[in-house]
DNA sequence: AAGTGGTCTAGACCACTTT
DNA sequence: AAGTGGTCTAGACCACTTC
């Protein structure tokens, strides 16, 4: 708990009860920051350290603005940001959720490929494989570990009718999944995501993906029911939770003769 | 021009005058919509009009708010969202900037593929042909025409260090872009986009892409310089302006050997 | 009735830019 | 010095939810 911001950089009076409320730690920090920012990062570490967890209900605006003696409108403008950014949802007269990864409108979040037609789409998750390895000097990079580092692998096919499309590799830091196992993860029902969350602590805040077309392997051609060299879409995506910290890494191919992967440019 | 609330439905004695601003006309619509929904409309409504062109200042909130009869912290949340669509480029001290394309910043706003490596990648541009056709039926339902229109197709690609990456082929509606010509293409600097909305008034805000893997028809593959086959990154474009209307397909062939299409998922 | 987030106003001071 | 957007406060009323 701190305040980057000395009275003598910013003169607010309006400031000055915020200032005494981060007392007692001398900040080096010369860059500015608004206070509203400031309470952002306040409520994130709590959030990130589990004070509220995912789903719970978090204080009043009013509450946390007698909390971190600031106004209402500004613990407001800094809840603003962190629902823009998915941290946290408003429900009018109930008050300000904890995201989760356990809601129907959190499903396809993460999983951006559609149907060409808008048929229903059945998914359908079989697990092929999970297995304790050694890290990869590539995998190490992605997960921010050291080369030969314990890493969960799993493999699975995901299927909409029937119709296997998708092929995926993930592999998970082996210090925070470490209890995972292929029956926990056959048995279990909806988003991977809200298993890491709801068993182990980690939730998911964003990802990158990088797509390319590649050629089907035989080993991958075999999986989606296609002849080798059939053109495929690699989606390697890497996972970050809290402050930026890599939690994730996959490798999906995507057979995208049926569909394709939505792109929203704004 | 019109405000979609009535004094009835919403009787806060501060909306009062602004309902009286839009007196005069009545609504027929029931939807409810908060008074900095229906000031963003009205802007948004001025900046399709062309009242002020991009590039150029907007009025300053305190005048919007007084020519609106609303308070400034109301045009101030109007301005918000417009800024966060990328609408509207507020500068401190200077006043708020209707967004152009003709910014360092904006160009590569709208092109996803990103080098591997981070070797500075010098673009260069290569018109193939221009030429005027009649709509197929795809062209017509992306443009939002009848089949047999008048079209302006477009086929370039796009060289990164010299060695060609992307084949791109461009619709656009004949009756806005009407004196486009090869020559005016190929002797423009700069991203298409500051073409089109300096030269045919049309400002694109919103484009959706649609991704998937093909293999290169020997077409594609001549001008890429791969053998037929070879896996390519299919990205199919559809680009919006204001009212979310239809101003131009694309379809771009992108060879992801040593590059890849970039997303973010938040 | 009480509490919550959602909207709106009014006024103040700040940092930045231009005159 | 004057004008602009950026931040912060304080107070009011609203719609929605729960008790």
Redesign the pocket.
Known sequence: MKFEVMSS???????A??QAAGAGIASPAPTFS????QIKALIMQRLEAGEWKPGELIP????LGGRFK??Q??V??AIDELAAENLVV???????FVATHHETQAQFRFLRLMADSDEPQRPENKIIEVKRVRASAEVARQLDMKSGDSVIFIRRVKSFNGVPIILEDIWLPGAIFKGLTAERLVEYRGPLYGLFESEFGTRMIRAEERIRAVGADPDAAGFLGVTPQTPLLSVERASYTYGDKPVEMRRGLYLTTNHHYQSELS
Do not use: C, F, M, W
């Open positions: 950089i910013l003169p607010n009076s309006n400031n009860d915020a608004p206070l509203y920012q009043s605006e009013v509450e600031v106004s409108g500004t407001r403008k408003r429900r009018q007269g109930k008050g300000t």
